[in-house]
């Protein structure tokens, strides 16, 4: 078992180091994601409980389980290469942040690589605790009151961790913690693109928070762009 | 019969070395001060004792989970609620042992103190071959805990003061009686709706009955909880404090803070601000 | 025994009926029997194992009991801390309302017995002859209702309902028990009619067949005790009969260490005051220490100091007045013993030395000339009981147990009269183990032979049982 592993570090070091030399150019993989069906409409969110938060908004903000925008787009989908690439490597040096700020996170997904730093801060004057309910790596939860040092943690498993918040229970994110390199996250118009992609047979997976996860298989040959268009079929509840 | 004598020791030999083999791994034992429990021993007690709530795959789905709440715990998932360590890390054979001598008040977990301490240990050792974790992961360092600072009005004043700094009000109510306003909302990892800690109904803390214990909990945190870990935020000296003030809230019990608060009229002033 | 052995053989009409018939020696071979159970009589299921308290607490039987009903150390803690687990959720609130505290516990079985030496009638001579009379066929024993629990934090009750296997009721025990007073767990009372604080449990005894049901020594009264001749006025006793009173006791949180003190009513435990006004008193103490991988071990001693009326006034009817008795004499138990454990193999050990006044042994009033050659007699009985525990459902069991006479209750006995071996081994296997019910297959030989309780002088009477039962309780 152990011997093996240590084989595939080797390949994968191997491949990354391929890939060092042979990138930048290569296959880019793009498209859209969508929707169809009608999504159920989002809660608008009651945040009397906190005045400080609430009075952050003029209009009060609605739940962010399914966010959709012009032309059935569908946003917060994470769509990355799940097989066939090399993993990620070592972690980039960069760390993601992710912010509460008027009791919502930002982003709603936060993607991290394995091993990844990951800054947490607080910018609300009320005090949070920030909770990743991981199965694969450590469930933690920790408080951040109000002017507290950024929270620094990292996750060594491939996970998608549901993270909420236990005193305002609107507050729902993920931390989306994976091997590759190759992701992305769809914004506004529900688009994304996977570029840089050497030769060879991918999966690529999409991954949504309340639709699930949607797979197809890509090859890449040379230089070609490829499009790839995800629909999740929206659940009425 | 001479003869025989050496052969069978060899075999003796040969044959614990087999055994020791797959011992190797830390997992199969705990290590509780004197104390090493041995899993396959704490498996048959499992059998005994356990199994009825946390299951014959130590997953908490035992036959009578469906009828416990709060669910019993899963050991799969290694998440621990009385830790010593650091919130997120594996408790230490010690806090699993004492978890099973101490119980878990006002769940279904009762105190196993009955049984030896051996058999305790054997617990240990076996509860922690459910997850993989044990074998990857080496438990988290224990906390340092300072010693306790004198009881004092302005210590209890201060406690009372992060009390509503760090919000703990939000669930455990404005006098600690577990009925702030985010109580109702508040889910453990499970999903399972989940009561904060009442202040006023007991003595007895989830993780123990000193104030070590208390200062321990909320540094730590309570994994697989609501409860989170304040480790990040509070300073020792003011962690005492806070323990100072959250036992007055302990109405029920009769203790050097509440005796302090009561000869000074009773009620602890937040405002003070006394040098802290 | 419950109530079959408190009232000696007065319940038991066919053998009262035998015994008025027949001579002093035949009466003696009668009070004999019936203390060592006759072929044809069953000890009722006298067994407390709360399969409700399971159900309470989702714990599978195996938590409490080392093998029903026999408790370990945890039931046992459970049970001195007044059916508490001690976790907050024992009072009934917490209870869904549906919850009802009953447990019951009935034992079909197939059973043979075999008397040697039993007086029988021959018509061919007209007279009684020695024989060897064997019966068996499929049976029942009585059934127990067991309704435990606690009625508020630190009060706890126990009912137990128990029928022979007619359907006739009594009440086994009916107690109530206030816990943790003061806060600590070295005082508690209760009061009823409850088992004397027994570490070695007749209740759980885990052997049923009708030789092999019961701890003899627990039950024994010399041969030719006048106290067990039938006369209502006249109870006797047994260590193992549940009796009347109230009980303080307490122990060390981890149940180490342990002390009870019990003042009871002079009436082996049966109700509406039969016979007189005195009091006994039984104090128990024991201590258990940690001998590491092994386990538990506990030692522990006891006495009972009983009285019992030897002088009864009688009424304008000239009818006894129940409860009026006067001239008490004096009679006492006193014994240690051993619960030892090495890993799954334990043994009981249990020593008694066991007196009655002379009166009380010849039915004599206070005061008044004992018999010629009477005497207090004396006896000293033990058993070794052993276990191996192969896991939570099988269980292998034997017990050996001997009583020998030191003092005849008359000089002209001969000096081994009434001299007692019990012999019993068998198994119980549960082929589940859950917290709703229990159930178990149980098989099991005894042998019991006594010293000079034969039909003719001389004569030793032996009986042997087999019994194959199914052991349920709900």
């Known amino acids: 078992m152990r011997s093996k592993h240590v084989f595939m570090a080797g390949v994968a070091v191997l491949a990354a180091a391929a890939m060092a030399v042979a990138a930048p150019s290569g296959g880019t993989i793009s498209g859209k994601v969508t929707y169809e069906g009608t999504p159920a409409k989002q809660k608008v969110i009651d945040m009397s409980k906190e005045p400080s938060c609430a009075k952050q908004y003029t209009t009060p903000p609605t739940g962010e389980a399914v966010v959709t925008g012009a032309g059935n787009s569908l946003h917060n989908v994470v769509v990355y290469i799940s097989a066939g690439a090399p993993d990620g490597g070592s972690a980039p040096a960069q760390a993601v942040t992710f912010t509460q700020k008027g009791c919502r996170y930002i982003p709603h997904v936060a993607v991290l690589q394995v091993n990844q730093e990951l800054k947490v801060v607080n910018e609300d004057q009320t005090s949070h605790n920030i909770h990743p309910l991981a199965k694969a790596n450590r469930e933690w939860n920790k408080s951040q009151p109000p002017g507290s040092p950024a929270i620094s943690e990292k996750f060594d498993k491939e996970e998608f961790i549901p993270v909420k918040c236990n005193v305002h229970p609107w507050m729902h994110g993920t931390f989306a913690v994976l091997k590759t390199s190759h992701y992305a996250v769809t914004g506004d118009s529900g688009g994304f693109t996977l570029p840089n992609l050497p030769p060879g047979k991918y999966t690529i997976t999409a991954w949504h928070e309340s639709y699930g996860t949607q797979t197809q298989d890509v090859t890449i040959t040379g230089g070609e762009t490829k499009s790839v268009n995800f629909v999740f079929k929206a659940k009425a509840y | 019969m001479k003869t025989k004598v050496p052969s069978k020791r060899l075999l003796c030999l040969s044959a614990l070395a087999i055994l020791a083999l797959p011992s190797l791994g830390s997992a199969q034992e705990s290590h509780i001060g004197k104390l090493t429990g041995h899993a396959d021993s704490g498996k048959q007690l499992y059998r005994r004792f356990c199994i009825g709530c946390h299951g014959p795959r130590g997953d908490g789905q035992g036959e009578n989970a469906p009828y416990v709440t709060p669910q019993p715990r899963n050991f799969v998932a290694a998440t621990f609620k009385c830790r010593s360590t650091v919130t997120g890390t594996l408790p230490t054979d010690e806090d699993l042992f004492n978890a099973i001598t101490r119980g878990f008040n006002t769940t279904n977990m009762p105190s196993w103190a009955p049984l030896t301490e051996q058999q305790r240990a054997d617990l240990v050792a076996y509860v922690k071959t459910f997850s993989e974790r044990w074998k990857n992961e080496k438990p988290g360092t224990p906390i340092e805990v300072p010693a306790e600072t004198p009881v004092t009005l302005e210590s209890i004043n201060h406690g009372k003061e992060l009390f509503q700094k760090l919000e703990c009000w939000k669930c455990h109510g404005p006098e600690g009686r577990g009925d702030g306003p985010a109580a109702s909302t508040l889910t453990d990892s499970n999903d399972q709706p989940i009561r904060p800690y009442n202040f006023s109904a007991g003595t007895r803390f989830k993780c123990g009955t000193t104030n070590q214990d208390l200062y321990k909990i909320f540094i730590t945190g309570v994994d697989g909880t609501p409860m989170p870990s304040f480790a990040d935020v509070i300073k020792p000296n003011e962690a005492w404090d806070l323990v100072h003030y959250l036992r007055t809230l302990q109405v029920s019990r009769k203790g050097p803070e509440s005796d302090l608060l009561k000869a000074h009229g009773g009620a602890a002033k937040a405002a003070d601000k006394s040098g802290k | ?474």
């Open chain 3, 1 to 474: 025994m419950l109530g079959g052995a408190s009232q000696g053989l007065g319940k038991n009409n066919k053998w009262s009926l035998f015994t008025s018939s027949l001579s002093f020696a035949l009466l003696v071979v009668a009070v004999i029997l019936g203390d060592s159970r006759p072929a044809y009589t069953l000890p009722l299921p006298r067994v407390q194992a709360i399969p409700a308290f399971a159900r309470k607490y989702g714990l599978p039987c195996s938590a409490c009991h080392e093998a029903w009903p026999k408790l370990n150390n945890f039931g046992q803690t459970f049970k001195d801390n007044g059916y508490q687990l001690g976790n907050d959720r024992d009072a009934p609130i917490w209870q869904q309302p549906t919850y009802w505290p009953i447990a019951l516990r009935i034992t079909p079985h197939w059973h043979r017995e075999n008397t040697d030496h039993m007086g029988v009638y021959d018509p061919v001579t007209d007279s009684i002859v020695s024989r060897s009379v064997t019966t068996h066929g499929f049976d029942l024993t009585g059934m127990d209702m067991l309704t435990a629990g606690t009625l508020s934090k630190n009060i706890s009750f126990l009912l137990v309902p128990s029928s022979d296997n007619t359907g006739a009721f009594h009440f086994e025990s009916v107690n109530v028990r206030f816990s943790n007073l003061l806060n600590t767990s070295w005082l508690n009372v209760k009061v009823g009619k409850f088992e004397l604080d027994n570490m070695v449990s007749e209740k759980r005894i885990m052997t049923l067949s009708a030789n092999g049901g019961m701890f003899q020594l627990y039950h024994f009264l010399p041969a030719g005790d006048y106290q067990t001749s039938g006369d209502p006025r006249f109870v006797g006793f047994g260590l193992g009969d549940n009796q009347l009173g109230v009980e303080v006791s307490g122990h060390s949180r981890n149940d180490y260490t342990r002390y009870s003190v019990a003042l009871l009513s002079s009436n082996d435990g049966n109700v509406n005051l039969p016979t007189g006004r005195g009091y006994d008193t039984y104090l128990t103490f024991s201590q258990a220490f940690n001998a590491g991988s092994l386990g538990l071990q506990r030692v522990g001693a006891y006495t009972y100091i009983g009285q019992a009326p030897t002088n009864f006034p009688l009424d304008s009817n000239l009818n006894f007045i129940p409860g009026a008795g006067t001239g008490n004499e004096k009679f006492y138990r006193v014994g240690f013993f051993g619960l030892w454990y090495i890993k799954k193999l334990d043994f009981t050990t249990m020593f008694m030395h066991g007196s009655e006044s002379a009166y009380l042994y010849s039915g004599t009033p206070s005061g008044q000339t004992l018999p010629f050659g009477a005497q207090d007699p004396k006896w000293n009985g033990g058993w070794i009981e052993t276990h191996y525990t192969l896991n939570p459902q099988f269980i292998l069991i034997q017990r050996y147990e001997l009583i020998r006479m030191s003092q005849q209750g008359n000089t002209g006995n001969p000096s081994n009269l009434g001299d007692m071996d019990a012999l019993t081994f068998g198994y119980r296997y549960y082929p589940f183990m859950t917290s709703r019910a229990g159930f178990a297959f149980h098989n099991e030989y005894s042998r019991v032979r006594q010293r000079g309780t034969g039909v003719l002088p001389g004569q030793d009477l032996t009986t042997n049982s087999v019994f194959a039962g199914l052991d349920f309780i709900f």
